[in-house]
């Protein structure tokens, strides 16, 4: 079939006068199962496949469809589209990879019956209970996608990846008052990344976090010295510093970055890294669905914007070396400039050595969604617990705190980074669809304005 | 539709209680960047959702395309059965019929016709607009996009139920960054059920340059605690977070502060009422039955701050001993999950035009917020000062408070109603903390 397709796309190419084109054909398999307190709410296992083709003449032309009869008509679309829109002048092309990459893990997913994954989930959502633990969630999710990536320069790039993840969360109520607590684990690979899990242990902790927070203070307003936790370390860089990095928002001069190559723009100890190739992490992949390997970018290297995050069309836009960071939510929808890992590397400070630097300020943990302007830099991001820090030691435990800052003030003022990194905190980030990432580092000492009451 | 009716046939000779779900649809959209269309899009989607219940369990699983020979659709129900057989999700069998509103608005065949050449064409006369009002300015930069979409969606299950609708749907936002020494950002979007919208481009152009220009201009202020104005976005922020509580799922599982037994109880001022109504006319929320078939109602969420009703689909609805209020919503890929059709803040009596202090416009980070406790701290996007008659723009600011508390405190609720797509509010006058 594929053949077929590559050539009737080759003609339309030839008789629309379509330069570039590339065609994903995938076949994706999921399987997800929720439970709340102990009733199964959700429970399926479902196989689509799908058509997505993109063009390129002076602008780009996509089109897709779930439905393979009607690729004919996609590639026809996606053509006919290309030729009305007035995008950029050139892309970058290079040469064609012909290639065939396995990532499945030790065990694959679909091995393994999904009476045993239902079985491990409500296990999780058991272990969940405990004193004035009123609502506990389990839920499960893989991804098995396959897919042909094809283009007009002879490419022809078959991948097979499995995602997996498991995410467990705990509401306790008492006197009125409420706790919340959650956590995940996943990447990408195999079953093995379920059973490595220690699930008691962290089905106690999330529980025991979410009872400890309903004793929790409401954290106080104003701008602090903030200690950052490498999840919270994560959700900052990506946020403030990742989405800014983007080259398209660059390239339409949205970007706070746009034209600041080289500048020095935090600490020298500062080293912020995307890294689609670190083994089995959730962000991670060997083509991007443009087509090109991804690459490890060091956006700050030594404190100074080194580089930025890039496609096919900002590449050869903005005369950069193409890193491969064009990712897709699904076949169904066109590539954009994304991140995959992204993290602070390691600094020299033992994190004992940060808390002894704070006379006064909050110890802000966990990861609970941000947002940024990447015009004014402004961003916004929630910690899932805090601790008032007083004289390197933790006082008054806190609850709901989010923090929001200026991204260039804040990395101006970061004074320490830990030597402690970690980065396996899976999510998946929006930006009008939906990628799977990771991202950490290490503890980080920052300032920030705290809104509390 | 052959397929759906083939599955039917399959379904009625088992035993088993079903429903299908069918949806057919396409949607073009264009992504301007840098006033330029660089990239155009056209998609197909369509596809058959089916929950089975067996034995008091549901299973459900889909299939993308709607032409499925005899031996697909048969594969589909051995996976939905296999489903509810492993599984035991709780299920109160499946709506019967009712006769569906007469919901005005909801198709436009001009936008279910547009060929690629004409959607085109409204795209570029917004660009065109776009290239028109920025001019000479250097300074700005604009980006947008214009979508449209035709989805045609159908339900029928084993106790009668038949219904099939189409439903058209055109989006557009256009984004403005100014710089000079430093950067300012406006956003504005707008959703509509028919091609009319598209004459709204130039305004929505026109506030998101007006906003880039503020938020330019825009310095943190001193912080404080009392009474701000909020605009309608940042009421919608506050609403929602409110109404996860109202959700039969979170009121079952508690996940939420109220159960069944507060009906009827004071939960918030007086001045608030919140209705959800999925049957007003041309509106992007509507729908005259949802995802299991039940027919679209208005119903009074919030009565003068008085709790009147959840936000139920069958199964929760039967679960905590109440009837669906038709907030089943859905896609063929998925199961029915409660959710809003149009939202909509009673409005008030005053005009709030002399209202002189700090006003609230714009404010992000509504996913850092915490439903159940209510506690918020969003950042201020843009706000303003007003002194005798004078705006003065500020942002970056955090405004922090509860929910429960910051609607329980409404003093004055204005009297003009503003829409952002599926929400309708006034301004509203209440209590929070500026940090």
């Known amino acids: 079939m594929e053949d077929n397709l590559f050539k009737i796309a080759e003609r339309t190419a030839d008789k629309l006068g379509v330069g570039y084109f590339e065609i994903r054909i995938s076949k994706v398999k999921t399987t997800s199962v929720l439970i709340q307190n102990d009733q199964l709410d959700e429970l399926s296992n479902n196989v689509e496949m799908g058509i997505g083709v993109r063009a390129f003449k002076k602008g780009w032309g996509f089109s897709s469809a779930n439905d393979l009869s009607k690729a004919e008509e996609v590639i026809k679309t996606a053509m006919k589209m290309a030729g009305l829109s007035r995008g950029p002048e050139k892309i970058y092309l290079g040469d064609p990879i012909r290639d065939s990459v396995s990532n499945l893990g030790e065990k694959r997913l679909d091995d393994v019956d999904i009476s045993e994954k239902l079985e491990v989930t409500g296990k999780a959502a058991e272990l969940l209970r405990g004193e004035n633990v009123k609502n506990r969630i389990a839920g499960y999710g893989e991804s098995i996608i396959e897919t042909l990536y094809l283009n007009s320069l002879g490419s022809e790039i078959r991948t097979v990846t499995s995602r997996v993840r498991l995410r467990i969360a705990s509401t306790a109520f008492e006197g009125g008052k409420t706790g919340e607590y959650w956590k995940s684990f996943g990447g990408t690979g195999g079953w093995e990344l379920i059973e490595r899990i220690e699930l008691e242990r962290w089905a106690d902790f999330v529980s025991r976090k979410a009872r400890e927070l309903l004793r929790a203070k409401a954290p106080p307003s104003g701008k602090f010295e903030v200690i950052m936790d490498p999840e919270l370390t994560g959700v900052f860089i990506h946020e403030a510093v990742g989405h800014a990095a983007e080259a398209d928002a660059v390239k339409n001069g949205e970007s706070i970055f746009a034209g600041r190559l080289g500048e020095k723009i935090g600490a020298e100890e500062l080293n912020v890294v995307d890294d689609p190739t670190l083994p089995g992490k959730f962000g991670s992949y060997a083509y991007d669905d443009e087509g090109l390997p991804g690459k490890r970018v060091e956006i700050i290297k030594n404190g100074v914007l080194n580089e930025y995050l890039n496609d096919r069309e900002t590449s050869a836009l903005l005369n950069l070396i193409p890193n491969g960071h064009g990712r897709a939510q699904s076949y169904a929808h066109q590539p954009l400039v994304r991140m995959s890992n992204t993290f602070i590397e390691a600094g020299t400070w033992e994190p004992e050595e940060i808390f002894e630097e704070v006379k006064y300020g909050l110890y802000m943990i966990g990861d609970k969604g941000g947002e940024v302007d990447v015009a004014t830099g402004t961003f916004t991001f929630g910690a899932k617990e805090g601790y008032i820090v007083e004289n390197g030691e933790l006082k008054v435990h806190l609850r709901d705190v989010s923090l929001s800052g200026n991204l260039v003030e804040v990395l101006r003022s970061i004074k320490a980074i830990g030597r402690d990194v970690k980065i396996h905190f899976p999510g998946y980030c929006g930006k009008g669809q939906w990628v799977p990432v990771d991202d950490g580092g290490p503890h980080v000492l920052t300032e920030a304005l705290v809104g509390g009451r | ?435």
Request: charged fraction near 25%; aromatic fraction near 10%; charge should be negative.
């Open chain 2, 1 to 435: 539709m052959e397929a759906v009716e083939r599955l039917a046939g399959i379904l009625d000779k088992r035993n088993v209680e079903w429903e299908i779900y069918w949806e057919e649809g396409k949607s073009a959209s264009f992504r301007i960047e840098r006033e330029r269309i660089e990239r155009a899009q056209w998609k197909f989607y369509s596809g058959i959702g089916l929950r089975v219940g067996l034995n008091g369990r549901v299973g459900f699983s889909y299939v993308t395309g709607l032409d499925h020979d005899e031996k697909s659709l048969f594969e589909l129900v051995k996976r939905a059965e296999k489903l509810a057989r492993i599984g035991s999700r709780p299920f109160r069998g499946f709506p019967t019929r009712e006769k569906f509103p007469r919901v005005r608005g909801l198709y436009d065949k001009s936008i279910d016709d547009l060929d690629f050449d004409e959607a085109h064409s409204l795209a570029g006369e917004f660009v065109e607009r776009m290239r028109e009002m920025r001019g000479e300015r250097g300074e700005y930069t604009l980006a947008g996009a214009m979508s449209f979409g035709t989805v045609r969606a159908g339900i029928v299950n084993s106790n009668g139920i038949e219904g099939e609708e189409p439903r058209t749907g055109l989006a557009i936002w256009a984004y403005a960054v100014k710089k000079n020494s430093r950067s300012g950002s406006g956003y504005a979007s707008q959703s509509y059920t028919t091609l009319e919208g598209v004459h709204e481009g130039e305004e929505l152009i026109r506030r998101a340059m007006n906003e880039a220009e503020s938020s330019q201009r825009a310095e943190k202020i001193e912080g404080f605690s009392g009474e701000v104005l909020l605009e309608p976005q940042v009421v919608e922020a506050l609403v929602y977070l409110f109404l996860e509580n109202l959700y039969g799922d979170s009121v079952y599982y508690s996940r939420s502060r109220f159960s069944v037994g507060d009906l009827g109880k004071s939960v918030l001022s007086g001045n608030v009422s919140i209705i959800d109504d999925p049957t007003l006319g041309f509106s992007p929320g509507s729908y005259s039955f949802d995802g299991e078939g039940v027919p679209g109602r208005r119903k009074v969420l919030i009565s003068r701050g008085e709790l009147r009703s959840f936000l139920l689909d069958h199964t929760y609805g039967k679960l905590l001993g109440l009837d669906s209020t038709g907030n089943a919503l859905r896609d063929f890929r998925s199961i029915p999950r409660i959710g809003t059709g149009n939202v909509l803040v009673g409005r008030g009596s005053e005009n709030l035009g002399d209202w002189s202090g700090v006003v609230v416009s714009k404010v992000f980070g509504e996913h850092t917020a915490n439903p159940v406790t209510g506690d918020f701290s969003l950042t201020v996007e843009l706000g303003y000062v007003v002194e005798n008659g004078e705006a003065t723009p500020f942002s970056g600011n955090m405004v922090s408070g509860n929910v429960f508390e910051a609607l329980g405190s409404v003093s004055r609720v204005g009297k003009e109603l503003e829409r952002r797509g599926s929400f309708y509010s006034p301004r509203i006058v209440t209590e929070v903390r500026l940090v």
